[in-house]
């Protein structure tokens, strides 16, 4: 069974929201803009479809005028797990950039480390990992 992906709609940031994920995790970027689909109901250059696809994968498009766009509340993205502890410190110092840190990505009383962000484009992030024993 293949896992739920993250589809977000952006406020006309698609673009460069998808292009920075694509810088911090790496993957195959595609975008497709409204002029492509043949869509008239926003400007042309806007992304009607994009797809992010590799270790993180992530769908995000442009809203149209009138549709509601990403506003996160009571939903983290989880990265438990997903990578080795040093590429999960490079991804979380970078999802930081220009974001929020909620709390640091450190060694918890429990003994495992995780932190949780909120990145510059309003998504919340929990990434972390179990210590070797």
Same mark, same amino acid.
């Given at each position: 069974?293949?896992?739920?992906?993250?589809?977000?709609i952006f406020p006309g940031t698609a673009r460069e929201?998808?292009?920075?994920?694509r810088d911090v995790f790496g993957g195959q970027l595609t975008l497709h803009t409204f002029?492509?689909?043949s869509r008239d109901d926003g400007p042309a250059e806007l992304i009607a479809h994009g797809l992010l696809h590799g270790d993180v994968d992530l769908f995000g498009a442009d809203a149209a005028p009138g549709e509601a766009t990403v506003k996160?509340?009571?939903?983290?993205?989880? !990265?438990? @797990?997903?990578? %080795?502890?040093t590429t !999960?410190? @490079?991804?979380? %110092?970078?999802?930081?950039e220009r974001g929020t840190v909620l709390e640091p990505l450190e060694v918890k009383p429990w003994g495992a480390?995780?932190?949780?962000?909120?990145d510059r484009f309003g998504v919340r992030w929990l990434i972390g990992y179990e210590r070797p024993d």
């Open positions: 069974m293949a896992a739920p992906a993250p589809y977000i929201a998808l292009t920075f994920y002029g492509e689909f996160v509340e009571g939903l983290m993205f989880s !990265l438990l @797990g997903a990578a %080795d502890p !999960l410190h @490079g991804w979380f %110092d970078r999802l930081a480390a995780d932190g949780q962000l909120v």
